[in-house]
């Protein structure tokens, strides 16, 4: 299973949700498959989605869903301590690790090597970490949401990439529809 | 009340309720009181492009953020500001330590000292500068001139301003 493959399979599941998306391919992806107003798409600034994504659970009560990847979980190392150290019960960190920088030609990543980003959380201290197949991935969200415990899952996929259009809506107007959808 | 009380009684004044902070020697007495204060949820980050991704998400979750760090973050964060904070029109305060002005006891921070102010007005980010300590009395109004226009603003706090170290 892919990214994209694993992404149509879990649009049903974040629907209701708040749903940060990753730089590059996963934003141009989740807006293809299901734009909807409760996600904000990142054009830019690689590695800030989980730090995006816990500003937001930490600053409200609805439930928030950041879709992010092995590369850039990697270029904010920094972000794993301190999710760990702010509990916030509504915030769920789905990692889609492919071992690849999928937006940029599928270079490797470390995740794909020796490095568990698994056992990384596990020790900068997030509590909840699950690590599991692409397939079992929407059941595991999922089950996260239903269980009011901040939690990581780090979903084991494989490299590789679909055409997709780049998101051409104004980046201003991505933010206001999401704040709107987030006081709704 | 001393400056960094007053400091941070102007956050809480203007409703900002989450500030990331890396931490500079300067800024501990203002860190202890942003800490301190119990209308302000205080999230120390490990880097401060982080710390504004945080800073990002609280305000679309309608909460009012500042990051307070020091002017060598300028160079770690960029792109984040570019990209993120002003791609995307948010409001941030950054109250910023100036290391390397007079009485810097550290030659290597003069460094950045001296492309500071240029970095900013490069990325056409209006900017303040707390020399004497009367300066202190612009922070309300700065605050809400950054919440007014959806920017980040500097302000740069010297060691004069801080009364050495």
């Known amino acids: 299973m892919i990214r994209s493959e694993l992404l149509r399979e879990l649009a049903p599941v974040i629907a209701d949700h708040l749903v940060v998306c990753n730089i590059g391919l996963p934003s141009q992806e989740m807006h293809m498959i299901d734009d909807r107003e409760t996600n904000f798409y990142m054009l830019g600034t690689m590695g800030l989605a989980s730090s995006i994504g816990l500003g937001l659970a930490l600053a409200q009560d609805k439930k928030v869903v950041v879709i992010d990847g092995d590369g850039s979980v990697l270029t904010n190392l920094g972000t794993l301590p301190t999710i760990a150290n702010n509990v916030a019960d509504n915030y769920v960190l789905l990692i889609v690790d492919n071992g690849s920088y999928g937006s940029t030609g599928d270079q490797p990543t470390y995740a794909g090597m020796k490095t568990s980003l698994t056992e990384v959380a596990r020790a900068c201290g997030c509590e909840n970490v699950v690590e599991c197949s692409g397939a079992d991935t929407s059941a595991a969200v999922k089950s996260a949401l239903a269980g009011d415990k901040m939690t990581i899952i780090v979903s084991k996929v494989e490299s590789g990439n679909v055409k997709v259009p780049v998101i051409t809506r104004d980046p201003v107007s991505i933010r206001d529809r999401f704040m709107d959808a987030v006081k709704a | 009340m001393d400056v960094s009380e007053k400091i941070v009684s102007d956050f809480v004044a203007n409703d900002v309720s989450f500030i990331t902070t890396v931490p500079c020697k300067q800024l501990g007495g203002v860190i202890e009181a942003v800490e301190a204060h119990p209308a302000i949820y205080h999230i120390p980050a490990n880097k401060e492009d982080e710390g504004m991704g945080l800073c990002a998400g609280a305000f679309m979750g309608g909460k009012r953020p500042a990051?307070?760090?020091?002017?060598?973050?300028?160079?770690?964060?960029?792109?984040?500001?570019?990209?993120?904070?002003?791609?995307y029109r948010m409001p941030l305060p950054m109250l910023i330590s100036y290391r390397g002005e007079l009485g810097e006891p550290v030659a290597c921070q003069v460094e950045m000292a001296v492309h500071t102010k240029a970095l900013l007005a490069q990325l056409n980010i209006p900017t303040y500068h707390f020399h004497q300590e009367?300066?202190?009395?612009?922070?309300?109004?700065?605050?809400?001139?950054?919440?007014?226009?959806?920017?980040?603003?500097?302000?740069?706090?010297?060691a004069s301003f801080w009364k050495g170290y």
């Open chain 2, 67 to 87: 990051i307070i760090m020091q002017n060598t973050a300028i160079g770690v964060t960029i792109n984040t500001l570019v990209t993120l904070t002003q791609f």
């Open chain 2, 134 to 158: 009367e300066d202190v009395e612009e922070f309300d109004k700065i605050l809400k001139y950054t919440f007014m226009c959806n920017k980040p603003v500097a302000i740069l706090t010297d």
